[in-house]
């Protein structure tokens, strides 16, 4: 629907002029040019709307590095790895409101699902990319070697954006090698 995403769109822009402590329902309504009302009449408060956001944002990242993977010739599983880092970049660079809410974290550990952490969904999703696209099998051990590989990179691009804001060039490239190496234990 046209009116949640300009409220989306809306909540985008206030997170990166204020961060989620100045966001408010009625900033958002008033940005999005929508009555109040029709705010709540799909969300509730403000952290939900940074909830669809989030899923929003997810589904985005998901749709961009399956794009990419599709339309690139990948000889070995560590591309798709380099993809998934280049396109969480490229996010962060250029999407309105991703470099402040990310995929929720700044606001709840459990934002995008209730019942599960923020990386553990993330990592559900990267597990299944990089699956389809890397040859190994699922397995328990697989899924516990994607979630310590989201918790590792997810830190230390964290650090990477916090040196320089566009990503600090030596980090990113050490999250990626970490990645690689670590990875490559499972993916062989």
């Not at 749709?63 to 996010?91: F, N, P, Q």
């Not at 470099?99 to 990267?126: K, P, Q, W, Y």
Request: hydrophobic fraction near 40%; charge should be negative; aromatic fraction near 6%.
């Amino acid at each position: 629907m046209v009116r949640v995403q300009r409220m989306l769109d809306a909540c985008a822009e206030l997170l990166d002029e204020g961060g989620y402590s100045e966001l408010s329902t009625t900033r958002i309504a008033e940005r999005a040019g929508v009555a109040i009302g029709s705010v709540y009449q799909f969300f509730p408060d403000k952290k939900a709307i940074t909830q669809a956001l989030g899923l929003r944002y997810l589904d985005q990242f998901t749709a961009r590095v399956t794009e990419r993977l599709a339309e690139e010739d990948r000889e070995h599983w560590t591309h798709a790895a380099d993809v998934i880092i280049d396109e969480y970049l490229d996010m962060h660079r250029t999407v309105p409101g991703f470099r402040s809410l990310h995929f929720g974290d700044v606001v709840d550990e459990r934002l995008l699902d209730s019942g599960t952490e923020n990386n553990r969904v993330i990592a559900t999703r990267l597990r299944q990319l990089l699956t389809a696209h890397g040859g190994a099998h699922e397995c328990e051990q697989l899924d516990r070697a994607v979630v310590v590989a989201v918790e590792a990179a997810d830190a230390v691009l964290k650090l990477a954006f916090r040196l320089d804001p566009d990503g600090e060039p030596r980090l990113i490239e050490e999250t990626k090698l970490l990645l690689r190496t670590y990875l490559g234990h499972h993916f062989g």
